[in-house]
């Protein structure tokens, strides 16, 4: 059978096929003859031309389509296209005005609608029922009876939150029947399976509002006690016992208060803030060592801190040498003297000193591999601690600050070998200047008598402090003999060039005028009053008028 057999692809003809009448071609036409609109009556219509072989291209939108001849009858004939025909029967032929109805056009294989007889504004005829139906309808002789439906008893409606609705046991249950009742034939939508009811939901809700309930008045009550009840707190001076805490650095008002509060000092940090709040000077509490009582008082506490008696506190000041740095700690910690300097001796490597620092070429002259390391400031020492917590803690604070202030990058800018006689030239800014004022002037001092074309000293420094800080002592009065027959690398009277190491623990104004000294030319100096009052000179015949005003001044 061809593919115009039916019009719909490749589908075998049927005889008994309601849409062909009498089985073929002769009864299709038939029906067409039939068609409504033409009250029986054939009807004859003009030869339509043809134009050769234009109307079997395969033209987009045409397909194969021609324009109909016509029966003795009147009705188009279509040749070699019983599609034509079969659409010209579909779409019920002429209307009443002898027009001819809307041919339709191939369908386009991008239009998924394009084999529905709708998307043509057409209707195909229901044979269903008829005599022309197929498979025919069965006699009422032999057609089936159909059950009787269950008596199903109907359950009083429940909330779904009562009865469970929503669960996925509901819903499979549901998707059977529905099969079932396909199966069956039947439209009628059996009773629901009788659902699950349980007494916990009820529960459940009790106990949310019940929960939320208590949640609200814990909060409210948290409220009430933060904004308006008073912070927990003792009373008095505190207990016998007593107990040190650390403060850090940069410690505020809660922190501090936290602290003393696991300590068992005060009871809560919310009174000691009140308390600092509340006392002159109590927001000037620095970080440091405190030994305090346990149960005390906010108040009591504060004012404790603020009393320097109570601070088991290290301070290191600028210009101090190590060697007073340890006996303060040892007195701190309550140990024998010379505890802490020869834990320093044995374990500076291992202290967190720079590598620029411990590979000096001045090693093996250096006194203190330490000096110049304890930067200037307050740290925590209470009984208790070990010396070499406490050492680290200003050798890490000095190393912090020398990294801040690029000592490494600039050492060579100012013509030194190193960061090490960077701090080495601050050391000696320190010891030497008396005022703020006169760093900078005595930096360049410094610098000046370091450079190869110095003729006025020669390289040589000359200054006391190296001397007594050699000999351990602060004395400007040394005769020339004393100093002259002393070699140590130390004495800068007999040694060019810069000590082998810091002399002291320099400040952070000594630092800052070493790293930006004047440019004035100065070379010489004298505290004209041995006291404070620094002059400065750029020639010796200078120097010489400020000796002798010194001479004068010392009854010399």
Not at 351 to 359: E, F, K, T, V, Y
Not at 465 to 474: R, V
Not at 486 to 511: F, M, S, V
Request: with cysteine; glycine share 12%.
């Amino acid at each position: 059978m061809t593919e115009y057999g039916r019009g719909q692809g490749s589908e075998p003809w049927h005889p008994q096929d309601p849409l062909y009448g009498d089985g073929g071609w002769e009864g299709q036409q038939a029906h067409v003859g039939r068609q409504p609109g033409y009250g029986g009556q054939p009807q004859h219509y003009p030869q339509q031309p043809q134009y050769g072989d234009w109307g079997q291209e395969q033209q987009p939108g045409y397909g194969h389509e021609q324009y109909p001849s016509y029966d003795g009858q009147g009705h188009p004939q279509y040749a070699g296209h019983p599609q034509q025909q079969y659409e010209y029967q579909q779409h019920g032929g002429w209307d009443a005005t002898g027009t001819q109805g809307q041919v339709p056009y191939a369908a386009d294989p991008g239009d998924p609608y394009g084999q529905q007889p709708v998307a043509y504004g057409g209707e195909q005829p229901d044979f269903y029922g008829t005599e022309d139906a197929y498979p025919p309808p069965v006699p009422p002789g032999r057609r089936r009876p159909e059950p009787e439906p269950e008596d199903v008893p109907e359950e009083e409606e429940q909330h779904p939150f009562f009865t469970g609705g929503g669960d996925d046991d509901d819903d499979d249950e549901e998707h059977e029947l529905a099969g079932r009742r396909d199966r069956r034939g039947k439209g009628k939508k059996p009773a629901k399976g009788k659902k699950r009811r349980t007494g916990c939901a009820c529960m459940v809700v009790v106990l949310v509002f019940g929960g939320g309930l208590g949640a609200v008045s814990y909060f409210g009550y948290k409220f009430y006690q933060n904004r308006f009840a008073p912070a927990p707190d003792y009373k008095g001076d505190g207990t016998n016992e007593t107990v040190t805490v650390e403060i850090p650095k940069g410690a505020g008002g809660w922190d501090i208060g936290n602290r003393l509060k696991e300590a068992g000092v005060v009871k809560s940090a919310e009174a000691f803030v009140h308390a600092q709040n509340d006392i002159k000077g109590g927001n000037s509490i620095q970080a440091g060592a405190y030994l305090l009582k346990k149960e005390m008082s906010a108040a009591s506490a504060v004012k404790m801190m603020l009393d320097p008696k109570s601070q088991n506190n290290v301070v290191v000041t600028p210009g101090e040498r190590n060697a007073g740095v340890y006996e303060a700690i040892d007195r701190k910690l309550e140990l024998a003297a010379g505890t802490t300097k020869k834990t320093a001796q044995q374990e500076y490597k291992q202290l967190g000193l720079p590598a620029w620092a411990l590979n000096t070429q001045y090693a093996s002259d250096i006194r203190d591999p330490l000096e110049g390391f304890f930067f200037p400031g307050t740290y925590p020492a209470a009984k208790g601690m070990k010396p070499d917590a406490i050492l680290k803690q200003m050798v890490a604070q000095a190393t912090s600050k020398y990294d801040a202030y690029g000592l490494s990058a600039k050492a060579q800018d100012l013509g030194l070998n190193n960061p090490f006689e960077l701090v080495t030239v601050a050391s000696l800014v320190q010891a030497e200047g008396k005022t703020h004022d006169d760093f900078r002037k005595m930096a360049e001092v410094v610098y000046n008598r370091l450079k190869p074309t110095n003729h006025e000293t020669n390289q040589l420094l000359q200054f006391d402090s190296t001397y007594n800080y050699l000999k351990g002592t602060s004395n400007i009065h040394i005769s020339e003999k004393e100093i002259n027959s002393n070699r140590n690398p130390y004495n800068t009277y007999t040694h060019k060039g810069l000590p082998p190491g810091p002399i002291g623990n320099p400040g952070e104004d000594a630092i800052m005028a070493a790293l930006n000294p004047t440019h004035d030319g100065w070379i010489y100096f004298v505290a004209t009053d041995g006291q404070n009052n620094t002059e400065f000179a750029k020639t010796y015949a200078e120097f010489q008028q400020l000796k002798e005003k010194f001479n004068a001044s010392s009854g010399n």
